[in-house]
């Protein structure tokens, strides 16, 4: 199986208070995943900062927030940002972090039915 078409998909919180684009690819075996941080919503639609903190309409332009990789059998590969790591402000930050992970997890989830001994134990 060829890789499927890239999808676009937004993630947020219950109350929408923030969110993410991911950019989905999907293989045989897993789904490769680039995701950006939205840093506001105008007439253009969403906006994203770049690397030098401009803001931007152009996810090629827009600083990566994260890109992973989830295979089938739960097993995952994850690298942070365009430097390697996250910074976080606090906990709201993090817990928004954690709730972006569990998002594609269960994504990856909804694409591969064998990852449902994942699910059982969440």
Do not use: N
Request: charged share 30%.
């Amino acid at each position: 199986m060829e890789k499927a078409l890239e999808t676009v998909r937004m993630v947020t919180d219950d109350d929408g208070l923030f969110g993410f684009v991911a950019v989905v690819q999907r293989s045989e075996a897993h789904v490769d995943v680039k995701v950006y941080e939205v840093s506001g919503e105008g007439d253009d639609g969403y906006s994203f900062l770049t690397p030098d903190g401009h803001e931007t309409v152009d996810l090629d332009k827009a600083e990566l927030y994260l890109e992973c990789m989830i295979k089938w059998d739960e097993c995952s590969h994850f690298t942070f940002g365009d430097r390697g790591y996250l910074h976080f402000c606090g906990l709201f930050f993090y817990k928004k972090h954690c709730r972006l992970i569990q998002e594609l997890y269960e994504y990856t989830a909804d694409l591969f039915p064998e990852m449902a001994t994942w699910r059982s134990m969440s």
